[in-house]
């Protein structure tokens, strides 16, 4: 079984810049999460997909993030304009049901300069 | 509020020595509880999780956990540690009706030759 892909693994930016990162699921899992885990921390949930509906984005900064499940399947994470602070990895996640325990992509390290 | 916590930030052992990473959480009802394991540039492993049931749960690489309901946590255990086990953990803690993940800090293993 395929597991979460992820693109790019890295990626360098300047400020003000916009960027996005993609994250195909694993086949058949309707739960999808992007996570922010900054350095030194646990993983912080950003946005949580059921399908291609919105579960819970309460610590998503809706000001400058964006976030979207086109057809319940792969879904893009985008930052507009980045700060220095969104400097982080970007985790995708995704679980057959909502309650089930979720498997992460490797990550895409985010370097705000 | 929810929340997980694991006191200790960062443990060394030695090889072949038995290992104890602790974790409490606040949570009212009977949460779900999970800990993985995140390698230096990896996304996260799932090494187990508890539901409901059997108390003490096995997991991959040797790992177990207890839940103590009274004690409101659930360390993780290994009898004998190895080398490639010095990774990051990180307990979490799925509540509410979508039970969103409340992660801990995290706890850095190092694993003396």
């Known amino acids: 079984e395929a597991g979460v892909a992820q693109s790019p693994r890295y990626k360098i930016i300047e400020k003000r810049q916009s960027v996005a990162f993609w994250c195909n699921p694993i086949s058949g899992h309707a739960t999808l999460y992007w996570y922010q885990q900054i350095l030194g921390q646990g993983p912080k949930l950003l946005i949580q997909?059921?399908?291609?509906?919105?579960?819970?984005d309460s610590q998503l900064p809706k000001d400058r993030f964006s976030a979207e499940r086109l057809k319940g399947v792969d879904s893009t994470l985008k930052i507009q304009p980045a700060k220095l602070e969104d400097s982080a990895v970007y985790l995708c996640a995704s679980s057959p049901r909502q309650e089930g325990e979720a498997f992460f992509g490797q990550g895409t390290r985010l370097t705000v300069v | 509020a929810q929340s997980v916590t694991q006191p200790d930030i960062h443990i060394t052992v030695s090889e072949g020595a038995s290992l104890e990473l602790r974790c409490n959480y606040s949570?009212?009802?009977?949460?779900?509880l999970f800990w993985y394991v995140q390698s230096p540039g990896q996304g996260l492993q799932l090494l187990l999780k508890y539901f409901s049931g059997d108390t003490l749960v096995q997991g991959i690489k040797g790992f177990e956990a207890e839940f103590k309901r009274s004690q409101s946590s659930f360390n993780l255990r290994k009898p004998s540690v190895h080398w490639s086990d010095a990774a990051e953990y990180f307990c979490a803690v799925g509540a509410g009706n979508n039970r969103k993940l409340i992660w801990g800090l995290g706890t850095s293993l190092a694993v003396n030759p």
């Open positions: 949570y009212g009802a009977t949460p779900y």
């Open positions: 997909f059921q399908n291609n509906g919105v579960v819970d």
